[in-house]
């Protein structure tokens, strides 16, 4: 199966924007981006999903280019407690079964 | 107050000693998943059901067994064959598996350390 890629680490201050890009290049036709968040010792958390362009909540923002093999989680004004893992997780084209990526850590520094 | 329990959070056990993991979930999703987390590591898939008495291995299965015989409940079975089952693990529902949403939910964990 095909797998996401993203960055391992990334580092932050508060208050600044953070952007985290996720590579999905056998993306399904019809599957979603989905991303989530996770903090040490809990289950992931769902942020944010879309299908392609721009969507954004009260949290984050989500960019997708038009041939969607990539989308770009955008968090503004960061603060410490974002500080956490964050994952990209689509279908592979053909597969039922969505796969997490690795997953970026993002530290947030005072 | 709908949600996905895991049970227990913490669990120790024995080499040599099979042990089972509980997962509910009040959501009436249709799909439940398995994963496996090791420390600094993302999220391996090792079994999903997609509907009641139905499941499939994931990446990671050998080792794990799985049952479904209710909707609501997915309990993973670790057994003595795995050969390091010291891990995380966390169980996770879905409205469908077969829908155009990846939204999963997930429950808190369990944390199993082989003695």
């Known amino acids: 199966l095909a797998k996401t890629t993203q960055p391992i680490s990334m580092d932050s201050y508060e208050g600044q924007e953070v952007n985290i890009t996720c590579s999905h290049n056998n993306i399904a036709t019809n599957d979603y981006i989905t991303w989530y968040q996770q903090f040490p010792s809990q289950g992931p958390r769902f942020i944010i999903q879309?299908?392609?362009t721009k969507v954004t909540n009260e949290v984050a923002s989500l960019f997708i280019p038009a041939d969607r093999k990539s989308s770009t989680l955008s968090l503004p004004r960061v603060s410490l407690s974002d500080t956490a893992v964050y994952y990209c997780l689509v279908r592979p084209g053909g597969s039922y079964i969505p796969t997490f990526g690795r997953g970026t850590s993002l530290i947030v520094h005072p | 107050d709908g949600g996905i329990t895991q049970s227990p959070k913490y669990l120790f056990r024995k080499e040599g000693q099979n042990v089972t993991l509980s997962c509910e979930q009040n959501?009436?999703?249709?799909?439940m998943y398995w994963y496996r987390q090791d420390p600094g590591q993302g999220l391996r898939l090792i079994y999903y059901?997609?509907?009641?008495?139905?499941?499939q291995k994931g990446d990671i299965a050998e080792g794990y067994s799985v049952s479904r015989e209710k909707k609501e409940s997915f309990p993973l079975t670790v057994t003595s064959a795995q050969k390091n089952p010291t891990a995380f693990y966390l169980c996770?529902?879905?409205?469908?598996?077969?829908?155009?949403?990846?939204?999963?939910?997930f429950g808190p964990g369990t944390r199993l350390t082989v003695l």
């Open positions: 959501l009436n999703h249709d799909a």
């Open positions: 996770a529902s879905s409205i469908d598996s077969l829908g155009i949403s990846n939204e999963q939910f």
């Open positions: 059901s997609q509907i009641v008495n139905d499941f």
């Open positions: 879309g299908y392609k």
